[in-house]
């Protein structure tokens, strides 16, 4: 795999991997006609026709499925069903399914049903173009998706394709990034200490002449206090009866509450009686 941490070729891949787009899609649409101009010859001269039929259909619905895959619709179906053709997938498989359909196309070229005779010289040469465009184009899509993408920042071809340059982080290596979001975030360092002076001035104002790491913080100024602010804390007036003060929070009765009286009863007692 050709890797790289600078963002050179980003541009270049850019503009390429979207050519390359527009020639897999018109590779793939040979292939979904080639595949209906099969299953129609299929259907006339062949006694298993029903096989063959359902294979060339298979393979018109593996090009159109490929197809949408290419021109950005329904990703999100894509992330969920088929990540290795979503957007933050390389052109790994989709490269490889495009040399499977056409190996099946040009191997089809050797049936009796699918034969030149049959088809016609410029049927067969549609077919014929379809199996070799594809094939071709899927090997590129291998080659660039290795070319252009970086494993070890996890940035894939199609990101590359999507976003260009902006995918790989421009900051030094303390910077992270996300790849789902394709943002840069700053990670928090350390805090920076002045471990040389540089100039003699700067020499003199150490307090012993020292060169030890000194730590540079910023101290905020003391916080003017405002006695007018906390003057409605100290009102004991009445806001129903304002000549009326409100007596001290330290003698309200539920801070002092009566001691238990153990001599109670409920019942009176006679004084020249006893209880027993």
Not at 116 to 143: D, H, K, T, Y
Request: hydrophobic content about 40%; glycine content about 8%; charged content about 15%.
């Amino acid at each position: 795999m050709f890797s790289f941490s600078e963002t050179k070729l980003a541009g270049p891949g850019y503009i390429t991997l979207n050519i390359m787009r527009v020639f897999n899609i018109i590779a793939l649409l040979l292939i979904a006609i080639a595949s209906m101009i099969m299953l129609a010859m299929t259907l006339k001269t062949s006694n298993f026709f029903f096989f063959d039929g359902v294979s060339h259909f298979i393979s018109c619905g593996v090009a159109l499925f490929l197809i949408v895959s290419e021109t950005g619709f329904f990703q999100s179906y894509f992330v969920r069903n088929w990540p290795n053709f979503g957007p933050e997938a390389g052109f790994t498989y989709l490269g490889l399914a495009m040399i499977a359909l056409g190996f099946d196309i040009l191997g089809n070229l050797n049936k009796t049903a699918t034969s030149q005779e049959n088809l016609g010289l410029p049927l067969w040469r549609e077919v014929i173009a379809a199996g070799i465009l594809s094939s071709l184009f899927g090997l590129f899509n291998i080659i660039l998706t290795h070319v252009f993408s970086n494993s070890k920042l996890g940035i894939s071809g199609r990101q590359v394709r999507g976003q260009g340059a902006s995918t790989f982080p421009k900051s030094t290596p303390k910077s992270n990034f996300s790849v789902s979001s394709g943002s840069m975030h700053k990670s928090e360092g350390l805090p920076t200490y002045n471990t040389r002076p540089s100039t003699p001035e700067e020499r003199t104002r150490s307090k012993f002449g020292m060169k030890l790491p000194a730590r540079f913080s910023r101290i905020s100024k003391p916080i003017p206090t405002n006695d007018d602010q906390f003057a409605k804390w100290e009102d004991r007036s009445s806001p129903v009866v304002p000549h009326v003060q409100r007596p001290p929070t330290a003698q309200h009765p539920a801070l002092h509450p009566p001691e238990p009286s153990y001599n109670s009863s409920r019942y009176s007692e006679v004084s020249n009686m006893t209880r027993f």
